[in-house]
């Protein structure tokens, strides 16, 4: 009996201290975040004015603004979603549902994986390459665009690929059984099904591209614009004009990046203020990927 | 066997899982709107049998057939390679082992086969769905919530649900692979029931690994060992006098 209680007060001991190790390696990361938050919001709140939003970049610190870098952000990403998502959703979906699974599938899957690992700096000289000087879109919205979706389409087909394999098999097999054809299966269950893991994850994609800063410098955005790019909309015949797309930008990392290599301090400020959006921006997309996640989890259970 | 129409005539089927030949040299009719019933131990087979007869073994890779299926009274053989999988399954619908509808609403389960077809009429669709739900013996408890998720509803709804939505193909046989096996005994009781009922309108095949079952809603039993018929007939000769020492052995449970 006593020998019984003392094995046991033994193996609880190990219990509490992986718990005690636990607990402080999940605060420590809180805690970074928290300091990292803090200290960018010190820095920077009081440069977080309306102004700020809607002023050009200048040589006065107080007087400068992030308009063009998240208009130019915000386009970028609309590009990169437009290209990123349809193929990288198809792809998933082919690579599930149809492909047979041999040695060119594995080799292809194998590849995926590896591309998702490929520093973001190496995305940017291949689109230098290709779309700056074979396809001659020049240092323009659609380049930046195009590179990012590079980037993450990697990143959406593993997402498509999850969320698929989610789906249990007896779903496949009452649809066959029932004469389905595999689109119309794909089309009636998988996609709908598998939806909402979709949706996660192209959005914590986006809210990664949203943060690159390596492969956008490489295909040459620029670090000060004082203009906004064409507007899409005209008030003449066809009234939409994508004129936007061959502009030359710049995005909020990019112009993080200026400010703080500048000398004079105040410019610091702005850096933190700018950061502060980059974050919010970043925290609210990553707050719609977990609210969809949770809505369809909901919705779906089997 | 003198008045009854022959549906189907399995003859020297053999079902090959990459290079494992699983079923034997398999030989057997299947009687219109009656109900066969496949028995035997776990592993014998009934179940790949069974699917054989919707190409259910199509979807998957290094899976071959060899023999024949022959479909009466067009006399095509449908596990033939010339013959689309897909054309099978518009004829030949199944009920799953475990009750799988769609995270979507009851009416949708049951009206899936139809929008399939290319049916999307909504008066011909609400007919067919009710008409369905009533044959499966569903309609009284779900009348009132058809446009509901088809997760709300108990286990034993939910294969009711399967069943209504393989009746709104109208198919000429339908399969049915354990269909009891995940659900208490007053819901068995209830497909039990509705099984017999069905066999008015359509031909089927039941696997069991309950032999009162077999013996409840079937006409016909093959008892099935490693991958072979062993032997076949009526049901209640099968039971009372079976001729085969294995078949003997297996309903009076000396194995299983």
């Known amino acids: ?302 | 066997m003198v008045n009854e129409n022959k549906k189907a005539e399995v003859k020297n089927l053999n079902f090959y899982y990459g290079s494992n030949l699983t079923l034997k040299n398999v030989n057997l009719s299947i009687i219109e709107k009656k109900v066969t019933a496949l028995i035997g131990p776990s592993g014998c087979g009934k179940t790949t049998f069974l699917r054989c007869f919707n190409r259910m073994h199509d979807l998957y890779p290094h899976n071959r057939y060899e023999g024949e299926i022959i479909l009466l009274p067009e006399n095509v053989n449908i596990i033939s390679s010339a013959i689309d999988p897909i054309e099978v399954r518009m004829r030949i619908s199944m009920v799953f082992q475990k009750p799988n509808p769609f995270p979507k609403t009851i009416f949708e389960n049951v009206a899936y086969g139809m929008r399939v077809r290319g049916i999307n009429n909504k008066s011909i669709l609400y007919e067919t769905v009710e008409k369905s739900l009533r044959s499966a013996a569903l309609w009284d408890e779900v009348k009132d919530r058809i446009d509901k998720p088809a997760f709300d509803l108990s286990g034993g709804q939910q294969q009711r649900l399967c069943i209504a939505r393989a009746l709104a193909t109208t198919p000429e046989i339908l399969l049915f692979d354990e269909p009891t096996s995940a659900l208490d005994p007053i819901a068995t009781s209830k497909i039990e029931e509705l099984i017999v009922e069905l066999k008015n309108e359509v031909t089927i095949i039941i696997v069991t690994h309950n032999m009162q079952q077999a013996a409840r809603v079937s006409e016909h039993t093959a008892f099935m060992y490693i991958g072979e018929i062993i032997e076949y007939g009526k049901t209640d000769r099968i039971f009372t006098t079976p001729s085969e020492k294995l078949t003997e052995d297996y309903i009076t449970g000396r194995f299983g």
Do not use: C
């Open chain 1, 1 to 302: 009996m006593e020998d019984i209680r003392r094995r046991i007060r033994y193996n609880k001991f190990w219990n509490y201290i992986f718990m005690i190790a636990g607990l402080t390696a999940t605060f420590v990361g809180l805690f970074l975040l928290a300091v990292l938050f803090i200290d960018l919001f010190i820095d920077g709140s009081e440069r977080l004015t309306y102004k700020f939003l809607t002023s050009f970049p200048s040589r006065f610190p107080a007087e400068a603004g992030i308009l063009s870098a998240w208009v130019g952000s915000f386009l970028l990403l609309f590009v990169t979603a437009l290209s990123a998502i349809p193929l990288g959703v198809a792809a998933g979906i082919y690579l599930e549902e149809y492909a047979q699974k041999n040695w060119l599938t594995n080799i292809i899957e194998i590849n995926i994986a590896n591309l998702a690992g490929v520093p973001s700096i190496v995305y940017g000289l291949l689109a230098l390459g290709l779309f700056v000087y074979f396809f001659e879109f020049g240092e323009s919205i659609l380049t930046g665009g195009l590179t990012l979706a590079l980037l993450i389409l990697p990143m959406v087909i593993m997402a498509t690929r999850e969320a698929i394999r989610a789906i249990p098999n007896s779903m496949r097999e009452a649809s066959y059984a029932l004469g389905a054809t595999k689109w119309q299966t794909v089309h009636w269950h998988i996609f709908p099904y598998s939806l909402g893991g979709i949706l996660t994850g192209i959005i914590i994609g986006l809210s990664r591209a949203i943060g690159e800063t390596a492969p956008i410098i490489t295909v040459g955005a620029l670090t000060f614009i004082a203009f906004l790019p064409t507007p899409p909309i005209t008030s003449e015949f066809p009234f939409i004009s994508f004129k936007w797309l061959m502009d030359p930008f710049t995005v909020m990392p990019i112009q993080m990046f200026n400010w703080v290599s500048r000398p004079q301090v105040e410019f610091q400020i702005n850096a933190a203020a700018a950061g502060i959006i980059l974050m919010i921006m970043t925290l609210i997309m990553n707050g719609i990927a977990i609210h969809i996640r949770y809505k369809f989890r909901k919705k779906i259970k089997w």
